[in-house]
């Protein structure tokens, strides 16, 4: 036990146990629990409490469906026994620096949690994930092992790799992650923001070779149609000058129409998805593309989510 507070409520004394992690990823919280459980046999009555520097929503949740409070540096909290509630959710983790999954989430890392998240219930030989990863075994080996420390992926017949939290993966990712450690420069385009333009765009890569992907609203607007294009975001490999001369774009100062990003890592063209005849990025990178994006990228994350994904 790290802390026991005793008070009075009105006429009532209450107790409350406090126990702190550094992690608050489920496989942590479980442990938590674990040891609260035991606090509260030896301490009937008390209320117990988890404290991390920030809790994930499944952290959060194992909390809660176990009766168990819970409080972040973050400000994230639910504290509820007798006629006390206090509740607040949906903050994000203000320490990057506490977030020790963030290797976990390197660049070269997130090829195997972005075709674990493509095909989710497919079981896996290590060589084979490997290899549609494009990461050396070791690499891959490191990875599966860190996910299976998290309770995230289980080894199951002949020693296949079985996905079987992919919303706690999904989200572990987006948490780490921000569409803004791509390298993004800005243009405004002579054209109205359209899926013609988006076509153009398209063609101009194609036939210059170049692998590219749409992402974020544009993205999302061409996977359902009734999203607009507020403005044009492509992921586009190699230089960008051939692309910018044949659409005539003008270069803005940390805005436009139409953002061209270099991707922080070629694993961002992994599994496109084609919708009428363009390529966009696979459903989990848009997920994660759009969730800390503003104006709105949470709700069209959310709504992708709910409507296409699945977990």
Not at 156 to 176: A, C, F, M, N, Y
Not at 193 to 221: D, N, P
Request: net charge positive; proline share 5%; hydrophobic share 40%.
């Amino acid at each position: 036990m790290d802390l026991l507070v005793r008070f009075k409520l009105g006429a009532v004394d209450h107790a409350v146990i406090v126990e702190t992690t550094s992690l608050g990823q489920p496989r942590q919280i479980r442990a938590v629990m674990t040891r609260l459980g035991e606090l509260r046999r030896e301490l009937p009555g008390a209320y117990a409490v988890a404290v991390a520097p920030y809790i994930s929503a499944q952290g959060a949740s194992l909390l809660k469906k176990g009766g168990l409070g819970y409080l972040d540096l973050s400000g994230n909290c639910h504290l509820s026994f007798d006629n006390v509630l206090i509740e607040k959710e949906g903050k994000p983790n203000t320490r990057p620096s506490t977030r020790p999954l963030r290797s976990l989430f390197a660049p070269r890392a997130t090829r195997v949690v972005r075709v674990l998240l493509v095909d989710a219930q497919h079981p896996w030989r290590l060589e084979d994930l490997a290899k549609a990863a494009e990461v050396s075994l070791g690499h891959c080996h490191n990875v599966v092992k860190r996910l299976e420390e998290l309770s995230w992926v289980e080894r199951r017949d002949h020693q296949r790799i079985h996905l079987v939290k992919p919303g706690d993966l999904l989200e572990g990712w987006t948490d780490s992650y921000s569409y803004r450690v791509n390298d993004i420069e800005a243009f405004f385009s002579p054209e109205r923001i359209t899926r013609k333009l988006a076509g153009e765009l398209g063609r101009v890569c194609y036939a210059e070779g170049r692998r590219y992907a749409f992402t974020l609203h544009s993205g999302a607007a061409l996977v359902a149609s009734n999203v607009r294009f507020p403005a044009l975001h492509c992921y586009v490999e190699g230089s960008l000058e051939p692309i910018v001369r044949s659409l005539g774009l003008r270069a803005g100062v940390g805005e436009g129409n139409v953002y061209l990003l270099a991707p922080y890592d070629e694993g961002v063209f992994y599994s496109p998805i084609t919708k009428s005849g363009l390529a966009v990025v696979c459903l989990p990178q848009l997920y994660a593309d759009l969730y800390h994006y503003e104006p709105r990228g949470r709700e069209q994350a959310t709504h992708l989510r709910r409507e296409a994904m699945g977990y």
